[in-house]
Nanobody
């Protein structure tokens, strides 16, 4: 069973920075993509960034956030800069991969980590 463990959330003032980390544990044969989504209170979950064959960012974070992966550790990182109050949300790690050589792609989600941007 694949589990995603997130860390690095917290509270920061507007204009500050935070770095989120997510590491996948358990047996997985291959990973197609890893990334981050977020959900603010009363809003739908939205893409922040993911990295697979290419890299995609949500429009609201382009130019401020960066995503990187460590394939050896099955990990993904989100560097968040110039944070704004509207970045406040629960951030979820996301993985698409095949658990075995014969299985198709599965989606996995982390438990979420809270990011609060407030003065």
């Amino acid at each position: 069973q694949v589990q995603l463990v997130e860390s690095g959330g917290g509270s920061v003032q507007p204009g500050g920075s935070l770095r989120l980390s997510c590491e996948a544990s358990g047996s997985i044969y291959s990973i197609s993509a890893m990334g981050w989504y977020r959900q603010a209170p009363g809003k739908e979950r939205e893409l922040v960034a993911y990295r697979g064959g290419g890299t995609n960012f949500g429009d609201s974070v382009k130019g401020r956030f960066a995503i990187s992966r460590d394939n050896a550790r099955n990990a993904v990182y989100l560097e968040m800069n110039s944070l704004k109050a509207e970045d406040t949300a629960v951030y979820y790690c996301y993985l698409v991969g095949s658990p075995t050589i014969t299985s198709g792609p599965h989606e996995y989600w982390g438990q979420g980590t809270q990011v609060t941007v407030s003065s």
